[in-house]
Each structure stands twice: as structure tokens, then as C-alpha cells.
Nanobody
Framework: QIQLVESGGGLVRAGGSLTLSCAASGATLNLKAISWYRQAPGDQRDLVATVYIDDNRKNYGESVKGRFTISRDDNRNTANLRMNDLKPEDTAVYYC??????????????WGQGTQVTVSA
């Protein structure tokens, strides 16, 4: 089992920056990817960014491309999300997600508790 703890959320003015951190602990040997998702009240939980462990490949949601950057620290099992040029529409609870590989191609999903990001106009 993997436990995820997010930190770094807060209140920021439009155009400002924040960095979120996700610390993973537990059985991380077969960790495949770490992602950030976000969800505003009444909205779907949308993918923000993913970093794959084996090749460090990264994917980004279209609305954050060029503004957000995901990175990871192997030794600390930590993934960071650097958010630049924040906009009010970025306001949401941001969740860290871990994908673990299992036998026969099975996958296991783990979620953090979330951290609030609020961007004021």
C-alpha cells in the first residue's frame, strides 16, 4: 500500500506561482507513475500532469501546458508540481495520484487527501 501526502497549497493572486509537493511512502517498489489531478466543486476530477517513473516521460493537461511543470525526486519518493502564471480557473483541490503495477498487468490506484489552491483575480 502507498500513502500520499500533499502540501504547498494556498491562496495566490492571479499571475503568481505555487509549488505543490506529493510525498509517497509505503510499498513504492512497483510505482509506475505519479500524477496530479484537480477538482473544483461540481466539476470532474481532471488530470493536470503525470510523470512516469521508468523513463521520466511527462504528460500535461491542455489547459496547463506551458505553465505547469511536474518533476520527481527518486530518493525522497516525492513529486513536485510547479505552477506558474496561475489563473482563477486554476482554483481547485489538487490531488496526488500514484499508479502501482501488479501481476498480470494489474494496476493499483492511490490518492492523497488533496490540497486547496485558490487563485484570486
Amino acid at each position: 500500500q502507498i500513502q500520499l501526502v500533499e502540501s504547498g497549497g494556498g491562496l495566490v493572486r492571479a499571475g503568481g506561482s505555487l509549488t505543490l509537493s506529493c510525498a509517497a511512502s509505503g510499498a513504492t517498489l512497483n510505482l509506475k507513475a505519479i500524477s496530479w489531478y484537480r477538482q473544483a466543486p461540481g466539476d470532474q476530477r481532471d488530470l493536470v500532469a503525470t510523470v512516469y517513473i521508468d523513463d521520466n516521460r511527462k504528460n500535461y493537461g491542455e489547459s496547463v501546458k506551458g505553465r505547469f511543470t511536474i518533476s520527481r525526486d527518486d530518493n525522497r519518493n516525492t513529486a513536485n508540481l510547479r505552477m506558474n502564471d496561475l489563473k482563477p480557473e486554476d482554483t481547485a483541490v489538487y490531488y496526488c495520484h500514484a499508479l502501482e503495477g501488479g501481476p498480470y498487468g494489474m494496476k493499483y490506484d492511490y490518492w492523497g487527501q488533496g490540497t486547496q489552491v485558490t487563485v484570486s483575480a
